[in-house]
């Protein structure tokens, strides 16, 4: 018995000692997402954090990429997300908004005044402010840093010049009550879809239109739908949001978790380059695809959208007073 027990034991111990040296070398690779294609700003610049992740930690943590949606749309993005089943995420804080309604304030119409404004905000004490109060919800994500999504503005099969022109159009818009409210009040029919089923809900007439920033109707293929006219309306400067599952970042060291928030800036930095450059490379490529782009004053489209800023915004008082006062 004695004899079994002594067994028994040195057995326990060979396998403890068999696993020590595997447990300090454990490899982790994250899986990422996004719904954009290979070679996309957003794809490549978390790309470009998984090789820098990769040297800071000598191999021990890799990232691999799924782009294109193959994992699902962004609600779906989120919700493997949240539960550990997907690691990394790169989505617009669009479908943040119905998780974490506090986000909603970068989400109302004209909240910035332009892009550069938009720049100051995420990148100074208020975007870190909002990165927080993802964390800190209880929506199991911790916000690593931001990402450029430009303007969005419209694109229909009709040409739209003002509110008046959207009457009993059907536009696309994402899965957050905000937008459709937003599409409602500029003068169309707000239907909220997910991003894949825009293309083939163009073609057979489900929708009349959708809004987006030039590198994202290009790469998705919405123009070749019918829609060819793209009204500069630029009614929402949506940042896109980086997260990580909290059921990882619980998994990782203190020293792990400063490496990746840092390299979660840093893609914040790199992406915003690529997104510059690809944002005039491909409102060439619409433009050469028969796009038509109509300059507007959008000041009737500000107006039109007051109702959805005062409903929204009164319960983000200070943070709206803060984002003014950036210059
Ligand atoms: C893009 C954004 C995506 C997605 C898409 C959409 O501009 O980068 O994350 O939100 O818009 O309209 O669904």
Known sequence: ???RRSL??????AVAGAFAPFATQAQMVLKAVDTHPAGYPTVAAVEMMGKKLETATNGRIKLQMFPGAVLGQEKEAVEQTQLGAVQIARISLGVIGPVVPEVNVFNMPFVFRDISHMRKVIDGAVGDELLAKVTASPAKL???GWMDGGSRSLY???PVRKPDDLKGQKIRMMGNPLFVDTMNAMGGNGISMAYGEVFSALQTGVIDGAENNPPSMFTSNHFSAGAKYYTQTHHLIIPEIL????????KLSKEDQALVKKLGREAQMDQRVLWDKSVEEYTGKLKAAGVEFIPIDNKPFFDATAPVRAKYGAQYADLLAKIEAVK
């Open 8 to 13: 028994i034991a040195a057995a326990a111990l």
């Open 243 to 250: 997260v990580m599952s909290k059921v990882t970042w619980d």
């Open 1 to 3: 018995m004695a004899l």
């Open 156 to 158: 229909t099969k009709k």
């Open 142 to 144: 911790v916000a690593l």
